[in-house]
């Protein structure tokens, strides 16, 4: 979340009025809408309304004179992004990875290696699979991530 400390230089020097952040859910240790709040407080970031979304936040804040919306996304259902790349290389490939030990960081290392071998294996990369699989199938894999753009959509 060091990421979030730029937000009262982007919005003064850039007049950006809205930014997509990703936390990676390894990073988060409570309850992560209580995290960021607590973070951009911190930062002296004013915060407005704070709308929960599927897997994700959309919070409506100040910085200074600055008006500003994040879109928060958090990768990892439960512990790393990487359990949504092992979705979509289970969806695209059919190759189940291990995700049993994904609590301790000897697991998560396991898994990241996995998913380098198998794409290595399939001469492929993430880019590639995400760029040939489907809308639906997308939606499904990273509900967090279209659920932002879909709001982004909206709100133009």
């Known amino acids: 979340m060091d990421a979030l400390n730029a937000i009262p ?9 809205s930014i997509i952040f990703i936390v990676d859910g390894e990073h988060i240790k409570q309850d992560p809408s209580v995290e960021i709040r607590k973070h951009l407080e ?9 709308i929960p979304l599927q897997g994700a936040f ?11 919306t994040l879109f928060c996304i958090i990768l990892g259902p439960e512990v790393f992004i990487e ?4 979705k979509l290389i289970k969806v695209k490939m059919g190759v189940e990875i291990d995700l049993s030990r994904k609590r301790d960081s000897k697991g998560r290392k396991m898994v990241k290696g996995k998913i380098k071998q198998i794409l290595r294996e399939r001469d492929t990369s993430i880019e590639d699979l ?3 699989t489907g809308k ?14 879909k709001k982004i959509e909206e709100e133009q």
């Open 58 to 68: 959309c919070i409506k804040c100040e910085s200074g004179p600055y008006k500003l």
């Open 9 to 17: 230089l982007y919005t003064k020097k850039y007049k950006i009025n």
């Open 42 to 50: 911190s930062k002296g970031i004013g915060i407005n309304e704070f």
């Open 136 to 149: 639906d199938a997308l939606e499904k894999i990273f509900p967090n991530i279209c659920t932002v753009l």
């Open 83 to 86: 359990e949504e790349v092992a």
């Open 130 to 132: 995400v760029r040939n």
